[in-house]
């Protein structure tokens, strides 16, 4: 069984820049696609982008689109979540989870093995 452990959350200031980090633990056997997926408060949780694990194809939110890059390497089985130019609206609870088909889409109920999660606050 394979668990996903994100890292790299923190405070930072509108227009920044931060990276996130979603390592597989375990048996990462299976895993054709990762997702990133953010909750804020009160908020169901919210597809961000997703990687095949070969790294081949990537999607996007359309609100992150042109700011965030999901990229892996697959030598230390971490997927890696760059966000540039951070809104306040982008504070969240970030989480990556896994999938084994080959789909990209963004409903997190075909995403399973989801990590802890990791804080992110954007401050105006």
């Known amino acids: 069984q394979v668990q996903m452990v994100e890292s790299g959350g923190g405070l930072v200031q509108a227009g920044d820049s931060l990276k996130l980090s979603c390592t597989a633990a375990g048996r990462a056997f299976h895993i054709e696609t990762i997702g990133w997926f953010r909750q804020a408060p009160g908020n169901e949780r919210e597809f961000v982008g997703a990687?095949?694990?070969?790294?081949?194809?990537?999607a996007y939110a359309d609100s992150v689109k042109d700011r965030f890059v999901i990229y892996r390497d697959r030598a230390k089985n971490t997927v890696y979540l760059k966000m540039n130019n951070m809104k306040t609206e982008d504070t969240a609870v970030y989480y990556c989870?896994?999938?084994?088909?080959?789909?990209?889409?963004?409903?997190?109920?075909?995403?399973?093995?989801w990590g802890q999660g990791t804080q992110v606050t954007v401050s105006s």
């Open positions: 990687i095949r694990w070969s790294g081949a194809s990537t």
């Open positions: 989870g896994t999938r084994s088909d080959y789909g990209l889409g963004g409903n997190p109920a075909d995403y399973a093995n």
